[in-house]
C-alpha cells in the first residue's frame, strides 16, 4: 500500500500548497524589492535636495563676503556718479529695479523679510513667504574698460561711476559693477510647479536680467546680525542679535541665512556670514 502511494505522485491539494507558497514568497520578494527601490529614491531626493541647498548657500556666502567691496577705494561714498551722489550718473538702465536701483551703491546690503519690493517684475512672482537680498559691489577682478556697461574706476584716494569705457587714468583701477537682488520664485524654468532661487542681475547693456540660480528651492529667510558693542570694546565687530531686516536699526555685521527644499522632505539649511567690509548701514 505504501508503495502504490508513493507511485500516485503528489496529490492536487498539495500542488496547490506548494503555489501558494510559491506565490507568496514571490509576493514577499517583489514587495521588498519595491521597498528597496523607494527607500532608494527617497534617499537619492534627500541627497539632491541637501546638494542644492549646500550649491545655493556656498553662492550666497560668497556673495555677502564680498558685498561692499570697491576695489582701489575704500568706500562708497568717495565713488563719483552713485545715487545719492553729487551728480548721479545718467545712464539708462532696461529693466532697472527703480531709479538709480543699480547705482545705490552706499546701501551695498538690503534684506526684507517677505514681499516684493522692487519696481522690476519678479519670473512667476515672489514667494510670499520668503526674504529677498541685495548685494552690490564691483568684482575683484579688473577688467578693460568697456562701453555700455556699468563700471567703477578707482585709485586709492577716489573713483567713478562710467558707462562708456573711458579709458583709465594712471594708478587706476577698472572693475565690473555688481548689483543683484537674490529671491524665490514659485516657479522655475521649464517647470510652472517648481520653485527656484532666481536674481535679478546687473549686465552688459546696461540692463537687468532675471536668471535661475537653482531650481528646488522654496523659501530664503534672512537675519541680520548686528553689534551692540562701542568701538573700543569687547564683542565690537560681532553679531550681538540676529533680527528679522526690517528690526535691524544698529550696524549690521552679519547675515544669517536658512534656505528650505522643496518636496516632501522639506530639508533647511542653516549659514551665518560675515560682512567682510565693514558694518552696512
Request: proline share 7%.
Amino acid at each position: 500500500m505504501t508503495r502504490r502511494r508513493r507511485m500516485a505522485g503528489v496529490t492536487l491539494a498539495e500542488v496547490l500548497v506548494a503555489i501558494s507558497i510559491g506565490a507568496l514568497l514571490t509576493l514577499s520578494v517583489a514587495t521588498l524589492h519595491a521597498r528597496i527601490l523607494r527607500l532608494a529614491t527617497d534617499t537619492a531626493r534627500v541627497a539632491d535636495a541637501q546638494d542644492t541647498l549646500r550649491i545655493a548657500l556656498a553662492l550666497l556666502e560668497y556673495e555677502l563676503a564680498h558685498a561692499g567691496y570697491w576695489g582701489l577705494v575704500a568706500e562708497a561714498k568717495q565713488i563719483e556718479g552713485r545715487t545719492g551722489g553729487a551728480v548721479p550718473l545718467a545712464a539708462g538702465v532696461t529693466g532697472d529695479c527703480g531709479s538709480g536701483w543699480a547705482l545705490e551703491l552706499e546701501q551695498p546690503l538690503e534684506a526684507w523679510s517677505s514681499g516684493w519690493p522692487l519696481a522690476c517684475a519678479p519670473f512667476g512672482g515672489a514667494a510670499p513667504a520668503s526674504g529677498v537680498l541685495v548685494l552690490r559691489r564691483v568684482e575683484t577682478r579688473t577688467s578693460a574698460p568697456e562701453a555700455r556697461r556699468l563700471q567703477v574706476q578707482a585709485d586709492p584716494w577716489s573713483g567713478r561711476v562710467i558707462a562708456g569705457g573711458e579709458a583709465a587714468g594712471p594708478g587706476t583701477e577698472t572693475h565690473n559693477l555688481v548689483a543683484r537682488a537674490y529671491y524665490v520664485s514659485p516657479r522655475s524654468t521649464g517647470d510652472a510647479a517648481r520653485p527656484s532661487l532666481r536674481r535679478k542681475t546687473l549686465q552688459r547693456g546696461p540692463r537687468v536680467i532675471d536668471e535661475e540660480v537653482l531650481p528646488g528651492i522654496a523659501a530664503m529667510e534672512i537675519l541680520l546680525g548686528i553689534d551692540d558693542d562701542p568701538a573700543g570694546t569687547p564683542g565690537h565687530g560681532l553679531p550681538d542679535r540676529f533680527l528679522a531686516p526690517e528690526s535691524a536699526t544698529a550696524p549690521v555685521v552679519a547675515v544669517r541665512l536658512s534656505l528650505r527644499s522643496d518636496g516632501p522632505h522639506g530639508l533647511a539649511m542653516t549659514r551665518t556670514v560675515a560682512l567682510r567690509n565693514g558694518p552696512a548701514p
